[in-house]
């Protein structure tokens, strides 16, 4: 079966083997489109967004059909559900993938993050977990043990941010303080909404947070099987927060493990990160590889 997620920043493909519940990948990629640039302002996908899309989804097209895929989900998230062209955006998937894309909503992106993170946590990891899907237009809360009990996605994520705040480079003083205010706020909300402070794990998905965790970790280059269930200390999360705010563009670039569509956002979803922690207490945060494509996976048996 094939998962695709198409969010703010990154259109990803999982091709997997479902064998009751246990799920063996065959192919997994990302690809960084920035489907929606711009529409924290415009309220619209820009046609350039929606090409840089349709190009990257052909090539993943061509491969689900050469590994046989029988069994295809494509889910849309933030960006698409806040776009007033949301319905160009869905004949372009159409005709090029030849399913129609899902725009799900916030609280059904939060329950296949959740499913697709807690499946296959080390046993020493204690319910109940808080998961956090730090995206590129929103960020979900989920939490849960064995099954979801609250979630809540908020339009917090490291492109809205990036956009609405964060124009310096380095962003200036001010443009952080606006930012962590505006994040500070939605984070409460959202732990409030979900109970979220009283989880005793908390779990952090997205690329936002997995670069994060290979900074913190020295790596010298991205390594999925390193990062995938390391504890990342609050203090660490703090500092590598605090160095991405502080670098220019160009620094950053030069980080081993930063993708190069990552480096204008990543200093926001770190600062998304760090604020999570600090609101709900956590001494640590487990970064998680699997994610939202592995739920959707899970989704399809």
Same mark, same amino acid.
């Given at each position: ?23 063996? /990948? $065959? #192919?997994?990629?990302? *690809?960084?489109? @920035? !489907? ?6 415009? =309220?619209?996908? +820009? ?54 894309? /899902? $725009? #799900?909503?916030?609280? *059904?992106?939060? @329950? !296949? ?6 499946? =296959?946590?080390? +046993? ?72 979220? =402070? ?104």
């Amino acid at each position: 079966m094939a998962a695709i997620d198409c969010g703010t920043n990154s259109i990803r493909l999982l091709v997997a083997d479902l064998d009751g519940d246990r799920l063996t /990948e $065959v #192919v997994r990629r990302m *690809e960084i489109v @920035r !489907l929606g640039q711009g529409v924290d302002r415009t =309220g619209r996908l +820009a046609p350039e967004a929606i090409e840089r899309t349709r190009v990257a989804l052909a090539d993943y097209t061509a491969q689900i059909k050469e590994l046989g895929a029988d069994r295809v989900r494509m889910v849309a998230t933030s960006a698409t559900r806040d776009a007033a062209n949301a319905d160009d955006f869905r004949a372009m998937v159409v005709d090029t993938l030849g399913v129609a894309p /899902e $725009v #799900v909503s916030g609280d *059904e992106e939060a @329950r !296949l993050s959740f499913t697709g993170a807690v499946r =296959g946590l080390p +046993a020493d990891l204690p319910a109940p977990y808080l998961v956090v899907d730090i995206g590129g237009g929103s960020t979900e809360f989920v939490h849960g043990g064995a099954e979801v009990d609250a979630a809540l996605s908020v339009d917090i994520g490291c492109v809205r941010m990036t956009e609405r705040h964060l124009h310096a480079d380095p962003p200036t003083p001010d443009q952080i303080a606006a930012a962590e205010a505006d994040i500070t706020a939605a984070v409460d909300r959202a732990l409030e909404a979900t109970n979220g =402070g009283d989880a005793r794990t908390l779990v952090g998905l997205a690329g936002s947070v997995t670069t994060v965790a290979a900074i913190a970790l020295g790596l010298t280059e991205y390594d999925p099987q390193a990062i995938h269930h390391a504890r990342i200390r609050y203090a660490d999360v703090a500092k590598v927060s605090a160095d991405l705010l502080d670098a220019t563009r160009k620094e950053r670039l030069e980080i081993p493990v930063m993708h190069p569509g990552r480096a204008d956002v990543i200093g926001a979803g770190a600062m998304i990160l760090r604020i999570i922690m600090q609101r709900a207490g956590a001494d640590e945060v487990v970064a998680s590889e699997h994610d939202i494509l592995d739920g959707i996976a899970y989704s399809l048996r």
